[in-house]
């Protein structure tokens, strides 16, 4: 079995008063893509702020490639190889869509060339001077992703990348998703579509109320569909 | 000597140059505000003390330290950012969170702190610095000082430079992106806390540095801050708030319209960029060149 890239013990989080993550316990090994399964506010997005060192308020343990995280600041996370992908995509529309591409500086070796790039998302090249504002939600998610690969990040976090975007620009994340999964990148994934989850992850912990509430394997998804319904609120 | 729509030649290009020269100092001041209020989000009520500051070490080097006018265009802009860099990593840091407001009075407070030491130590009624570069030319429509020249000359060099970094290069790639959205920027592995410093710590800098060039032009006195301050507020008003571009050519457009409200009607001299703030906010609110939140 791959060892474990990162291991979250216990992890609590707040925002203000608000306290959102109460005690979340999970593991992602090494190639793994992962997903955290859960309804609107129970806590995916938080936990992966946290794991990137966005949530200021947060206690715990979160554990990458052996080296405790929990007091990092974001951007010294980011350089053992962390990288995150957020909800809205964080697309700058001062930039423009090469500009994007390349602000993100190469942290590690291993990252994808701006070739491979354009093999995996050939419509980002056509828009390569446009302000990045003037992408389709699609569009602009294709440019986050993009984005992130090429810093050699080896954790991924990808906060719900299908969100809004119609099905066929979702076909091209999966297949995008499944490239760095063949690429042997690791991927913490948030999703609340778990019919779209199980046909790229191994795993799913079940999150609700900022804990871990179940795990299953993907082939084990057919079988608690039922209950994954009840959890997600579908 | 033939007369240009009534009036002489010397009075109206000896007004556009003054227009110029005070247009100078907008556009470096404003540039400073606008990069500072574009990253930090706060409207640094000190840039003019920052700016009398600047005027004030370059005398104090001359004066005390025999450090010439050349050597304390390097080493006032350096000393005064230096201070900068405490007031963000001491004070400033510590209201990221909080409304606009905070900032502004903190830094209000800071400016008046900053007036009343130096008008304790030296007195309200200014003192002189001499000039490094005497003479001038005739240019045959007008008289040229070679000091004002080199005024309008290292001002537009200043402004292009910063304009360039900004929009042209990695950095400033860093810095633009920083101001949508910074925590986004500090995911990808950039000290966005070390650049926000840093960035305070510049726009202070330029303050600093248009004091240092301002020093031999007008009298170094404690209050020189304070009086050109409001109506750089009002330029970054009208240009737009963030906007690099616009803090220049604002700068420098409503210094010649200063100069010329001079020559054509002298009373509204005083009033016109107010006039036109006016005008703006009612048709742009957001500024000439600033983009509408």
Known sequence: ?234 | MMELIGIPPQALFGQLMLGLINGSFYAMLSLGLAVIFGLLNVINFAHGAQYMLGAFVAWMLLNWLGIPYWGALVIAPILVAATGLVIERVFLRRLHDLDHLYGLLLTFGLALIFEGVMRSQFGAAGMPYGNPLPGGVNLGFMYLPWYRGWIIVASLAICLATWFVIERTKLGAYLRAATERPEIVQSFGIDVPRMITLTYAFGVGLAALAGVLAAPAYQVSPNMGSNLIIVVFAVVVIGGMGSIMGAIVTGFGLGVIEGLTKVFYPEASNTVIFVIMALVLMVRPAGLFGAAK
Not at chain 1, 55 to 73: H, N, P
Not at chain 1, 103 to 116: C, Q, S
């Open chain 1, 1 to 234: 079995m791959p060892e474990t890239l990162l291991k979250v013990s216990d992890l609590h989080g707040w925002y203000g008063e608000s306290h959102i993550l109460h005690g979340m316990n999970f593991e992602v090994r090494k190639g793994e893509l992962v997903t955290l399964l859960g309804r609107n506010g129970a806590g995916k997005t938080t936990t992966l702020k946290a794991i990137m060192g966005l949530l200021r308020q947060r206690k715990g343990s979160v554990a990458f490639d052996g080296t405790e995280t929990i007091s990092m600041a974001p951007h010294k996370i980011a350089r053992l190889g962390v990288a995150l992908c957020p909800e809205e995509r964080g697309i700058f529309s001062a930039l423009t869509v090469r500009e994007n591409l390349h602000l993100p500086p190469v942290l590690r070796e291993g990252g994808m060339t701006e070739a491979e790039i354009d093999t995996l998302f050939p419509r980002l090249k056509e828009r390569w001077g446009n302000s990045g504002a003037k992408l389709s939600g699609g569009e602009q998610q294709m440019l986050a992703i993009a984005r992130i690969l090429r810093t050699g990040a080896t954790l991924v976090l990808l906060d719900e990348p299908t969100e809004g975007l119609a099905p066929v620009i979702v076909q091209q994340i999966r297949d995008a998703l499944l490239e760095l999964k063949r690429r042997g990148l690791t991927v913490l994934l948030v999703e609340q579509n778990f019919r779209f989850a199980s046909t790229v992850a191994d795993r799913h912990y079940v999150v609700e109320h900022g804990q871990v509430v179940d795990h299953m394997t993907s082939d084990e998804i057919a079988a608690n569909t039922e209950r994954l319904e009840a959890f997600l609120g579908v």
